[in-house]
């Protein structure tokens, strides 16, 4: 199985950025698809982007399109999550995971990291 460890998040006001990192340990990633998922508190689990290790293929939700872009380096096995723009309803633990298939439903996903926490202030 594979290992995820996301760092990165914090406190930042509307309209700034964060870069989120999700460190792979473990199992290769090769072929596997990475995705990042957020929760608010009462809320669901959401979609958020996904990339294919292999491929470079993108996928995003349309709340964050235009505004987050996610990339993988494949020299630190670190998948990241370029946050631009940020608005106060993007405030949320956010999750990295990984899945042999592309996909925006979270239990196609069978490994998580524990989350790393993103707000931001109005």
């Known amino acids: 199985q594979v290992q995820l460890a996301e760092s990165g998040g914090g406190l930042v006001q509307t309209g700034g950025s964060l870069r989120l990192s999700c460190a792979a340990s473990?199992?290769?990633?090769?072929?596997?698809?990475m995705g990042w998922f957020r929760q608010a508190p009462g809320k669901v689990r959401e979609f958020v982007a996904a990339?294919?290790?292999?491929?470079?293929?993108?996928y995003y939700a349309d709340s964050v399109k235009g505004r987050f872009t996610i990339s993988r380096d494949y020299a630190k096995n670190t998948v990241f999550l370029q946050m631009n723009s940020l608005k106060v309803e993007d405030t949320a633990v956010y999750y990295c995971?990984?899945?042999?298939?592309?996909?925006?439903?979270?239990?196609?996903?069978?490994?998580w990291g524990q989350g790393t926490q993103v707000t931001v202030s109005s």
């Open positions: 990339i294919h290790w292999d491929g470079g293929n993108t």
């Open positions: 995971a990984a899945s042999r298939r592309a996909s925006h439903n979270q239990y196609d996903y069978d490994s």
């Open positions: 473990g199992r290769t990633v090769n072929s596997y698809y």
